[in-house]
T-cell receptor, first 112, second 119 residues
Framework: KQEVTQIPAALSVPEGENLVLNCSFT??????LQWFRQDPGKGLTSLLL?????REQTSGRLNASLDKSSGRSTLYIAASQPGDSATYLC???????????FGTGTRLQVTL | GAVVSQHPSRVICKSGTSVKIECRSL??????MFWYRQFPKQSLMLMAT?????????EQGVEKDKFLINHASLTLSTLTVTSAHPEDSSFYIC???????????????FGPGTRLTVT
């Protein structure tokens, strides 16, 4: 059974800092990995999707990497802003089950 | 982009009553819809997967007679929480998978969620 863990569970940084969120998964036979953002009491916004054959994806200040063999992904946020404050979830899609398994999330707060 | 809507966004009901949550795909036809539950400060847990016109597949530990799922069309799925109890209070999120353009890739899109409070 796939298990997805995110570290740290919570993070507070001052505005402008670069930061890295970590995601690890137990079964490396994944189809893809996706990073989401969730604001309090809201649904999910997809940030980046990395196919199993890819090593990284970039969108603006966000860069996500994938090391399938070691079961790890990182989300790098450059020059953080207060508007980046949210919970970040990673999710992996298994190659056979075609369903998403979500991580435990990292609650990020960017302070002024 | 693709939009998935949920209605209602927030509902309060009394213990023992039933409540229905609707999930609609607005820009595309969803061959598969998923229902997730999220407790405070926890991640999303998949409850069930439904394909249009067929019975839903429930995850282990989810009572199919308590959480009734109907996927009657390619744009609408409903989740009915029957005989609700306070422990059913949670944030319910639906997701729809489909292609927003003819010949495009199938992606999974998430609704904004429904906050259910059972008193």
């Amino acid at each position: 059974k796939q298990e997805v863990t995110q570290i740290p569970a919570a993070l507070s940084v001052p505005e402008g800092e670069n930061l890295v969120l970590n995601c690890s998964f137990t079964d490396s036979a994944i189809y893809n990995l996706q990073w989401f953002r969730q604001d309090p009491g809201k649904g999910l916004t997809s940030l980046l999707l990395i196919q199993s054959s890819q090593r990284e994806q970039t969108s603006g200040r966000l860069n996500a990497s994938l090391d399938k063999s070691s079961g790890r992904s990182t989300l790098y946020i450059a020059a953080s802003q207060p508007g980046d404050s949210a919970t970040y979830l990673c999710a992996v899609k298994d190659g056979t089950a075609s369903k998403l398994t979500f991580g435990t999330g990292t609650r990020l707060q960017v302070t002024l | 982009g693709a939009v998935v809507s949920q209605h209602p966004s927030r509902v309060i009901c009394k213990s023992g009553t039933s409540v229905k949550i609707e999930c609609r795909s607005l820009d595309f036809q969803a061959t598969t819809m998923f229902w997730y539950r999220q407790f405070p400060k926890q991640s999303l847990m998949l409850m069930a997967t439904s394909n249009e016109g067929s019975k839903a597949t429930y995850e282990q530990g989810v009572e199919k007679d308590k959480f009734l799922i109907n996927h009657a069309s390619l744009t609408l799925s409903t989740l009915t929480v029957t005989s609700a109890h306070p422990e059913d209070s949670s944030f319910y999120i639906c997701s729809a998978r489909g292609a927003i353009r003819r010949g495009g890739s199938y992606e999974q899109y998430f609704g904004p969620g429904t906050r259910l409070t059972v008193t």
